[in-house]
């Protein structure tokens, strides 16, 4: 009798255990996987950056029959200053699916300090990261490009991707800086002609 009421107290603890890893104290509430966008804005403060794309993604549902689904796709990013860990809450279809630990914050004066320092930066750094770090770009574009998904030998399904360009400019003595997403993603840094004084 002790030996299975043991056994349950520990798979009840790794269960909880599990529970709060999935998840962080935002002030005095806990906010956890599956939580929905108004949870987790009722739960914390408002995050210092997001950003929202949505992808068409191609399922096969049966044999030789696929379909379109449209996933909404948020980012949200959570700085506390230097004493914490920022948090990147990763939003599908408006439900909580990632958490994500980043470095220790920044206080607000410190925010894009880090501009033109590549080290920074890394490839499939969302926007909202970008930011933190390297603070707002001199000119942003977007431009929606249409692409085909080779479904089988004969038949293509279309889905839209958002490529967005945001440009640096650091001064006539630096190279200008262009960083390039693909829906929310970094996927390349550039340098361009050089900059010009502001």
């Not at 914050?105 to 300090?113: A, F, S, T």
């Amino acid at each position: 009798m002790i030996r299975k009421i043991l056994v349950f107290v520990m798979i009840s603890f790794a269960a909880l255990n599990n529970c709060f890893a999935a998840g962080f104290y935002c002030g005095k509430n806990i906010v956890a996987i599956g939580d929905t966008t108004y949870d987790v804005s009722m739960k914390c403060q408002k995050p210092i950056g997001t950003d929202s794309s949505e992808v068409e993604v191609i399922q096969e549902i049966a044999h030789g029959e696929w379909k379109k689904v449209h996933i909404n796709r948020e980012t949200w990013l959570f700085n506390w200053g230097p004493n914490s860990f920022m948090k990147k809450l990763i939003f599908v279809n408006n439900k909580l699916q990632e958490i994500k630990d980043l470095g220790y914050g920044y206080l607000e004066k410190d925010i894009g300090r880090f501009g033109n320092t590549e080290s920074k930066l890394y490839i499939q750094m969302s926007k909202p990261e970008v930011l933190i770090h390297w603070g707002n770009p001199d000119n942003k574009t977007d431009v929606i490009e249409e692409r085909l998904y080779k479904v089988n030998e004969h038949d293509f399904l279309k889905y839209n991707v958002t490529i967005s360009k945001w440009v640096y400019n650091f001064g006539s003595n630096q190279f200008l800086k262009i960083l390039v997403f693909e829906n929310d993603r970094l996927i390349e840094i550039n340098s361009g002609k050089c900059g010009y004084d502001k």
